[in-house]
């Protein structure tokens, strides 16, 4: 069997090191990008069997960045690879056109297996125990995490509703639903749920 060939992206240095220790006797490593605009660039030029990529990078979040590369036409199987146990952010994954998932804490054993059923055609999303599910996992539609973005990099409702071209009342609308989705009361509180959703990056 041919050997896969691997764009890895990821901005934490140590641990991209880490995973090409881990990966380059089975297969062959492209290159290591640190942001998701770098990892669309790559992917098109290198043209690698699969990416592997981090939900929160700079630049261009891995969401963005896994839509950015299928709008490309780029035929890279995508794996996401995320410190997040959570089925809402790993039903986002598959809406973005991922082929598999895996958790950063378990990547040791089974990001090699992850790789060689993606390679093979098949999909690799794990089954969470009910004690790693996130609580507040919430599944957007596309205009909530453009409004969610959009407050999270300080804009108000009126400005983001001009941004979007949409009316304040629909802003306020879409982030009040958000709100009570999640139980919180405040944009702070939404804040911090677009830094989990890498929608923007601390």
Known sequence: M???RILLADDHTMFGEGLKGLLQDDFDLLGTVENGAALVESAVRLE???VILDISMPVLNGFDAARELR????????????????TGLMAEAL????SGYVVKQSAGKDLISAIRQVFEGKTYF???ETSDLNPHSLNLTPRQRDVLR????????REAAAELGISTRTAESHKYEMMEALGVETSADLIKYAIKLGLISI
Do not use: E, Y
Not at 150 to 157: E, F, K, N, V, Y
């Open 2 to 4: 041919n050997r896969p």
């Open 48 to 50: 690698p069997d699969i």
């Open 71 to 86: 709008k490309r036409g780029t035929s890279a199987k995508i794996i996401f690879l995320t410190m997040h146990a959570d």
């Open 95 to 98: 809406r973005c056109g991922a």
């Open 126 to 128: 794990p089954n969470f």
């Open 150 to 157: 959009l407050i999270a990099q300080g804009l108000t409702m």
